[in-house]
């Protein structure tokens, strides 16, 4: 069975830092697009950032500058830094997992790790 497991949330001032991981399998790794997305109490599931298996990215809107998506190829990882934090980065986080030529949103995620941020 494949996992996704996601780990380095916390709770972290307005303007501090945290950084992301999420760790899977070689063999969903090497070909995988992957992506960090977030959910706040009472909104919808939002997507944070993309990266494909060739190391392309793209951000939201409300995080480009702020936050950083990478992969470690040889550690079969994912992850998001995260820097100047604010209080309406306060989410669950999840880690997904994407195969290549997929459309859409794939099935495949972590259990989620909460970043709270406040003072």
């Known amino acids: 069975q494949v996992q996704l497991v996601e780990s380095g949330g916390g709770l972290v001032q307005p303007g501090g830092s945290l950084r992301l991981s999420c760790a899977t399998s070689?063999?969903?790794?090497?070909?995988?697009?992957m992506a960090w997305y977030r959910q706040a109490p009472g909104k919808q599931r939002e997507l944070v950032a993309a990266?494909?298996?060739?190391?392309?990215?793209n951000y939201a809107d409300s995080v480009m500058g702020r936050f950083t998506i990478s992969r470690d190829n040889l550690q079969n990882t994912v992850y998001l830094q995260m820097n100047s934090l604010k209080p309406e980065d306060t989410a669950v986080y999840y880690c997904?997992?994407?195969?290549?030529?997929?459309?859409?949103?794939?099935?495949?995620w972590g259990q989620g790790t909460q970043v709270t941020v406040s003072s």
């Open positions: 997904n997992a994407k195969p290549p030529g997929w459309v859409g949103t794939y099935d495949l």
């Open positions: 070689r063999s969903i790794f090497r070909d995988y697009d």
């Open positions: 990266i494909t298996s060739g190391g392309s990215t």
